[in-house]
């Protein structure tokens, strides 16, 4: 039998001890609480994305009804006696404003107006495609005919090169006095660096099916014959350009040696020359030669819609060859 005194004197569970266990308790509950909390927050924001995507696609489809079923025209009705323009703004190109299938959509619509009097392409330019400018060029001497109505070409600050390729159809040409007019001329542009390319030790590895295939490469030699070739070619579309400034200016061309060298001259300069036929701003040829003053605009512009529609359509196009690439093992 123990004695009372060594009972008394037994150890009793230390404190230590318990305070451990409490402590991996509470980190157990702390520890499930932040789980279930940043589990919540996850779902949360997966809900969040999914209902912003889900807008986002919301947004874009009702931009693109808007956009394939609203009128984007100007006047959709028969209007009143006025002058209807067209602007041609910046450089003329197939993926530009200034556009033959905008200007030439345009160039329609106002013609096509009962209320339209004459027409005015208001130009400033500094040229393009000569391309863009001899669809444009060729449409506007079948629309006069076939609506029986002038059509007046009117230079802001520049009408150069295929600008004026556009301008030189039309029946009249005002310019300010200060414009730049002419630069009736074609180029064709580019670099060569096979000289930097050889003290710089770099070689050049380029496999073409084709001698001349590759002509126009900056870092590969230009032959002669390639060089005649270009120069045909521009040969042949400067004669095309020269021919149609003569069509459309006749007998008012008071032709110089230089004036067909793509120099370009001061709209004072060019009413001289016969290049334009007077001095004259968009009011005045609406007031005082077509005598209607009110002036509608009809230039087709692309709208944020169109923008938004084209750049998503693009970005799906190449996001859907990337896909057809990966999973074909092309590259």
């Known amino acids: 039998m123990q004695d009372p005194q060594d009972l008394t004197s037994a150890p009793a569970p230390t404190a230590p001890q318990e305070t451990t266990v409490a402590v991996e308790e509470a980190w157990a509950r702390q520890t499930l609480s932040q789980w279930a909390f940043a589990h919540l927050n996850e779902q949360k924001a997966a809900r969040r994305w999914k209902m912003g995507l889900r807008l986002a696609w919301l947004v874009l489809v009702a931009m693109v009804f808007w956009q394939a079923f609203s009128y984007n025209s ?3 009705h028969p209007s009143l006696p006025h002058t209807a323009m067209v602007s041609i703004v910046g450089e003329i190109g197939s993926e530009t ?10 160039m329609r619509l106002a013609l096509e107006d ?20 001899g669809l444009i060029n060729d449409e506007v001497g079948r ?3 076939l609506h029986n109505k002038p ?3 009117v230079v802001e600050e520049s009408c150069a090169s295929a600008a004026y390729y556009i301008a030189a159809a039309a029946d009249q040409i005002y310019v300010d006095k200060a414009s730049i007019v002419g630069s009736i001329g074609v180029l064709m542009d580019g670099f060569g660096f096979t000289e930097l390319m050889n003290k710089l030790g770099v070689e050049r590895r380029l496999m073409t099916a084709g001698a001349n295939k590759g002509f126009l490469d900056p870092f590969s030699p230009q032959t002669e014959p390639q060089r005649k070739h270009a120069q045909a070619m521009l040969d042949q579309i400067h004669t095309q350009f020269i021919e149609a ?7 008012r061309l008071k032709e110089t040696p ?3 060298s793509g120099l370009f001259w001061s709209g004072q300069q060019a009413v001289d020359m016969g290049l334009a036929d007077s001095l004259g701003s968009l009011d005045g040829v609406a007031r ?11 230039t087709q512009r692309e709208n944020v819609a169109e923008r938004l529609v084209k750049r998503f359509g693009a970005a799906v196009g190449e996001g859907t060859v990337r896909a057809l690439r990966t999973s074909t093992g092309l590259r």
């Open 74 to 76: 100007p006047v959709s």
């Open 245 to 251: 400034v003569k069509k459309g200016r006749g007998d």
């Open 114 to 133: 009962p209320g339209s009097q004459a027409l005015v392409l208001l130009i400033n330019s500094p040229g393009g495609s000569p391309v863009q400018a």
């Open 288 to 298: 005082d030669v077509v005598k209607a003053p009110d002036v509608i605009d009809y």
């Open 143 to 145: 629309l006069r005919a």
């Open 97 to 106: 404003e200034a556009s033959a299938e905008n200007v030439m959509s345009a």
């Open 151 to 153: 059509i007046y070409a």
């Open 258 to 260: 230089e004036m067909f």
